[in-house]
């Protein structure tokens, strides 16, 4: 079967820099995604990798690695409004998008 | 304004009401989506519509009937749900089905089944 796994919960110190890590299993890989989800809001957009290496875009960054079934995504310099739940969701071979369940990242001061 | 609006945003129905969830996006998209999202579970893919026509239902309990009359709208209506039907219902649209653009996701409407 395809799964996608993510810790579920992580907790960070503002300011400081956090790690979500997302391994997967599909049937083919068209791509990964990142998307940020507030606590009650619509999910948002963050990152997309479909080749290896790091993409950054500001304070966040997002790592692939295919050969590795592995991806992770770089916070930095955290803020508190930081807090949300991080979802990654790989697109397989059927251009399907398989999800994990989310990893609740809680920021503290 | 966002993009995808999906009205109500809060239902509370008993296990015989018939009621229906709203989405429109305003963003020109050819695709939309219903998801289900429950508390530390991924989402879950229900329904999938390219130019107003389905494409997609994946073992989706008949008591959940989708319409979609226009690029622009999507409907879900409910009749005879369960308790375990409750949960945030996502709707979503993308530029086309099968690409790898993002979705972009409406803010949800939260489903008590009493």
């Known amino acids: 079967g395809q799964n996608i796994d993510q810790p579920t919960e992580m907790t960070a110190t503002e300011g400081a820099i956090v790690q979500i890590n997302c391994t997967y299993q599909t049937s083919g890989f068209n791509g990964l995604f990142w998307y940020q989800q507030h606590a009650g809001e619509a999910p948002t957009f963050l990152s997309y990798n479909v080749l290896d290496g790091l993409e950054e875009k500001g304070r966040f960054s997002s790592f692939l690695s295919r050969s590795k079934g592995y991806s992770y995504l770089l916070l930095k310099e955290l803020q508190m409004k930081d807090s949300a739940s991080y979802l990654c969701a790989v697109m397989d071979s059927n251009y399907q998008l398989i999800w994990g369940a989310g990893t609740k990242l809680i920021i503290k001061p | 304004e966002t993009g995808v609006t999906q009205t109500p945003r809060h239902l509370v129905m008993g296990m015989t009401n018939k009621k229906s969830l709203k989405c429109e996006q305003h963003?020109?998209?050819?695709?939309m989506y219903w998801y289900k999202q429950s508390a530390k579970k991924p989402l879950e893919l229900m329904f999938v519509y390219s130019l107003e026509e389905r494409v997609e239902n994946n073992s989706v309990p008949s008591r959940f009937s989708p319409e979609c009359p226009n690029s622009s709208h999507l409907f879900l209506h409910l009749h005879t749900l369960q308790p375990e039907d409750s949960a945030l219902y996502l709707c979503?649209?993308?530029?086309?089905?099968?690409?790898?653009?993002?979705?972009?996701f409406g803010e949800g409407s939260r489903l008590t089944v009493l």
């Open positions: 963003l020109g998209h050819n695709a």
């Open positions: 979503a649209s993308s530029q086309d089905l099968g690409g790898t653009g993002e979705l972009f």
